[in-house]
């Protein structure tokens, strides 16, 4: 390996430069869209769970089974069509950035692609969450806080939610895996110019350099994001942490 | 002598001797989200199926001027070419129907297979077919399909297979997973006692407690299913033009979003409705879930 | 002045109203222990939970009050449980290994119930509290104990730290749910000892809920016995014990093994009914030999028989006088002359790179129950497994009739598969949930004998015959069972083969005494009559008493004493023996 990944076969020039700006809006996209995510379901997971049975929950329960795996271009063009195109029109329904500025002077162009993803994460892990919260909630280590007259809010953010984070962690790392395939539809769908597109666009034209790149970016991303999970989970279980010694 | 057996079958009054997963689709069965799911489903596939029937002009025949508005002759307006939305729309649905159920079929047998082999085995053939997978699995799977497609060109029968092949090893992982809990249970540590041999072992014991958690992953895999094989023709690696489908639709038109919503919301809600049918009814299906300890399922 | 005073508690399930528990009226002394006996599903846990207010998913405090030191909790006040709990009634449980939580550490989750009742005004002010406690249940007190978490704990520690929680808030009522459940009787002897010591020092009194009558007769003052629901009889230790006047508690003092004595164990017939399907009168009626047409009507009141010692039988004033019965099991059988049918010798296991066997030898002869007693960790299933080659690796030898076995299980003689059969500790995981008992059964027999059809369907109907299920069974899923009844289906399984050997492998400490005490007489009944051996694994040593004919004591992987049941038990010439012994609470303390 040599880190040079060599020439673009249409463009005619090197991958890296080619690759460079599309790299630079897909990070933003997918660390928008996770962080984003990421929030946004365990405050709905968490508060679905404390509220159990009760009506929060099952309106979160009718949004999040509704919406897990309805495939992200779906997703993306009812939006377009709610928000951009048809019903209101407020958002743009393509995301151009004019040459010669930057992805930040542009922020509007991401609230589609980020509301996409999100809306296509954050029922699986919202669910997940609630699912271990309610496991650590029926715990018996609960009842025992219970039992030993402590509040409620103590329970549940002290006692149930750490012990609720190993689940919730390995559906983060599923969901940024997730994503890495996600921005390539969403991208398309709203001609984002991310690497994305910059895929669909090397396929194309059999751009087996730009390809190559590409598939090796996400596929590093799986990795990555597996590995630091990995070290995460051990770090926030004593159990584990404290197996060495 | 004591006798608690004789009193604990009244207590459960006539026999069911069914076997457990045919149970727990009968329980599903009463679930409100089995019931609407199934509905739906039922509803959009017999659309699929019998929808060319029904449809009033041919999916090549110009009807109008391109994105008119819904009219007598185009209940839902024309596409981009003039033609008529509805009947392309009855046409369309046939191959996401039929490729992403035999995908999801497909990929679910190979996924058991390989998850109860490495599960059993313990050995090197783990190590190997495990680390086969999280190869495929590096890969983001609309992105490993599509490769393999562009490559080779869209045709039906490859899409079925890299899609099946793009879901059989997250299903490996969980039939691996079940695998390895069950092959430290007593009752497969008995039959290995008494010397039945490894394949039976895995038929007989092993297998019997995957069918619910499969049933489950099948209705999950299958609404990915869906999604991945819309989103390949939305792509446009998946029908050719002109025949008609919905994912290609819905690409097609986009550009008339403002003149003429019908050409893409009709496609569009044909695909959430599917995906939605299936949601509900995996739903409903893991809520009468047994476990493996025939305890409740998910919550 | 009662501590606690609980009237006319109800405890209903939320879906059909049913009753959980009904009737309960008791009070709790200051210093006193009262014991409250039931077996699982009388009702026992939920009476304790009430106790803080609680009732668990699916029911509900339906009506009654509890009042404790002056405060309700029963029905809840206005301003919530959470002031009441941990400073008026606090509680052990079952599974300390559970009830902490194991992302903190232990400190804290002791110093925290003191903060939440605002006790101690600063950090340090608790931090010595913490200390007291510690000390107080016999734990170390130092920065590394408080820094500790949880799973860094041995299960007795585990329960003193739960212990010192408790306490931690000075509170008037104690509600301990069977808290030496899952401790060795070493651990459990000293658990009891320092909370004896608790319970007198600061003058709190401890309801203590059990199913162990043994535990009981050697720390409680008083007893009451819980029955489907409802209290059957109660009353101070001594009448209970010597005058029991409900057919229940007779029947349960049959039942239970006691180190101290030999005795014939007697099941009870019948399974206790659930919420759902309770008959009108007397829950007890239909497994109740004593049983009268006056029992039909209406549910038995109490009768006083003394001062405080109630029952609700109509029979009581007759039974009160009546001596409980106690039958002798018949003495030993006499296998010395009898040929060795199984024999290890020298037998070494390791894990990795850890011992956990040390040249353990034994000798089973034909026809006798040879016990292998211990506790956990003493190696007695390490070595019951490496008799079936189920562990990783073996050296030393070990024999079966004229087979030398390999180390390994992949490897072993046919006629040694069939011949030694070994039966599992928990009844649950020992059956496939997914198959019938007619399958589970038929998979054994036509590997063994190429059976199948109508043959099979006879053998198989002769076995579950034998271990007393009805032929019907063969339809049934074991989810559709009993604890009981699966084990006996284990049993069948054995049977089928036409074995020599069974290993029982602890398969009734899953059970309630009762039905425990079913399984052990069948598995006399088969040693007698199918002249089987039986290696009968077990950490109850006054089960021993009462099935084995000899008995070999093991401890920390090596085998510390072996001998005829009665003499090691009697005189045991070891000093671990000897704890072990005296640590086992009898019966008749």
Redesign the interface.
Known sequence: MTGNLGQSLSAREPVTRLLAAPVLNSLILISASAVVSIVLAIVLGVAAAARRDRLFDHLFAAFAFLFTAVPEFVVGLMLVILFATTVLVVLPAVSIIPAGSGPFSHLDIFVLPVATLVLTCVPYLARLVRGSMIEAL????V??????????R?ILF??AL??ALVPALQGIAVVLGYLAGGIVVVEYVFGFPGIGTALIQAISFRDIPVIQAICLMLAAVYVVVNLFTDVLVVF????LR?AQS | ?????????S??GP???R??WVQSLQRSLRTRQMQAGLVLTIAIVLLAIFGPLFAAHSDSAFVGIPFSAPSGSAPLGTDFLGRDVLSRVLDGGRSVVMLSLAATALGVALGVIVGLLAGYSRSVLDDLLMGASDIVLAFPQIVLVLLFVSILGPKLWLIVLVVALSHSPRVARLARSVTLELIN???V????????PRRRILR??IL??L?TPLLVEFGLRLTWSIGIIAGLSFLGYGIQPPNADWGLMINENRQGLTLQVWSVAAPILCVFLFTIGTNLMTEGLSRTLVG???RGGER | MSVAEVTDLRVELTGTGAYVVDGINFSLEAGEVTALVGESGSGKTTIGMSM?G?AR?GARIASGSIRIAGEDVVPAPREG???????VV??V?Q?PA???????RVGAQIS??LA??GIGRSKTARAERVRELLTEVKLASDDDFLAR?P??LSGGQQQRV?MA?AIS?EPRVLVLDEPTTGLDVTTQAHVLRTLSQLVNARGISALYVTHDLAVVANLAQRVMVLYSGRVVESGPRAAVFAHPAHPYTRRLLAAIPDVAMRRQLE?????AP?PS?RLTGCSFR?RCKLSVPACEHGVPEPVELARDHLSRCVRAHELVDEPAELALAPPPATTSLSPTILAARDVDVHFGDRQVLHSASFELRVGECLALVGESGSGKTTLSRAV?G?TPSRTGEIRYRDHVLPST?RN?P?AA??AIQ?I???P?????????VG??LG??LE??FDVKGIEARKRIVGALERV???A??T????????G??RQ?VAIA?ALV?RPEILLCDEITSALDV??QA?IV??LRELQREEHLSLLFVTHNIGLVRSIADRVMVMNQGRVVETGASQDVLDAPTEEYTRTLVADTPALRA
């Open positions: 029926e715990s018996e280590y009842r025992m806080a219970r039992f030993k007259g402590l509040a409620e103590r002290r006692h750490p012990n926030v279980t004593p159990r404290t | 002598m004591s006798l608690d057996a004789v009193s604990s079958s207590r459960l026999m069911r001797t076997p457990v249970r007593e009752f540590e008995s039959a290995v006692l008494i010397g039945i007989q014991e019997p407690n069918t493996i300890d025939g | 803080l609680e998913r449980l959470q002031g009441v709990r941990g400073r606090a509680y449980p599974d559970a009830a902490l939580n194991p992302a903190m925290e119930a939440a009742h978490y799973h860094q739960c929680i808030c099941s009870i017939p019948g399974h659930s399907e239909p079936v189920l299980n072993y046919t598969r069939q070994y599992f500790q928990s649950y995981n020992a059956l496939n949930p997914r198959r019938q399958a589970i998979a054994a590997h063994f007393a299920l009805p019907r069974t339809g049934m899923y074991p989810a559709q069972l009993s009981g009844e006996r399984r083969c009762s039905v079913s007489s069948l």
